[in-house]
């Protein structure tokens, strides 16, 4: 796609609940190839909106574009087989089972031949060998046993696998809410680095975080969400994080030009 036209795109979004309006007409754009942070103060919708793009919650109004192409996902394993993968805040593992089986969740990998086909047998040691793999490059691997389950891992631990299996299987767009949340300093690092990776492969990526040096450190614009919907839309290397955060809580009016963007 022509780097001009967003690969992911939302008009109008529109999400209540009961009362509550999570998205009050919010815009959105992911163009090919860039880290976009999105920011925002608590309860300004940030969650609401990723979930609406990856079909974790139904929008109540809105059009949403994958590629030029309307979408509305009904669920969020839709959205997996279009290309989107996400690392939700609550990280979304089966704790009871292992570390293999959470990276391959709903893409098994069966036996070849009869096995696989007819008796629906699993490839455990492909998938082990694979997760092994994956764990590795994103510098987690400090698990010992890839067969163990994932609620006896810590809770960095199991944010590192969570982060791997997006990158392992996000082919068009990966989003990350707070993938570095739960994460010691060499463990943060590893993942800015893997998001920085992912970006030279030329997989766009959406990243939703509070840590403002990280935001500024990976992003190439950064999406301001306040009480609802897109407030505006900055390049780290014009404002600081100081213009950022007012602009977030409303001390400070953005420029025309950043509303517009």
Known sequence: MSENVPILSA???????????????????????????????????????????????????????????????SSPMEARDAGIETVYQTLALSPALSIADNMFLGREIRKKGPLGSIFKLLDRAEMEKVARQKLSDLGLMTIQNIAQPVETLSGGQRQGVAVARAAAFGSKVIIMDEPTAALGVKESRRVLELIL????????????????????????????????????????????????????????TPPEEAIAA
């Not at 209540?16 to 999570?22: D, N, S």
């Not at 030279?200 to 990976?218: A, D, K, Q, T």
């Open 197 to 252: 990776d992912v970006k030279r492969r030329g997989i766009p990526i959406v990243l939703i975080s509070h840590n403002m040096p990280h935001v500024f450190e990976v992003a190439d614009r950064i999406h301001i969400h306040r009480l609802g919907r897109r407030l505006c839309v900055i390049k780290p290397k014009d404002y600081s994080m100081s213009d950022a955060v007012a602009f977030m809580t409303g001390a400070k």
């Open 11 to 73: 008009r109008g979004l529109v999400k209540r609940y009961g009362r509550v309006t999570a998205l009050d007409r919010a815009d959105f754009d992911l163009y090919p190839g860039e880290i976009l942070a999105v920011i925002g103060d608590n309860g300004a919708g940030k969650s609401s909106l990723i979930k609406a793009l990856s079909g974790a919650v139904s929008i109540d109004e809105g059009d949403m574009t994958l590629e030029g192409r309307p979408m509305r996902f």
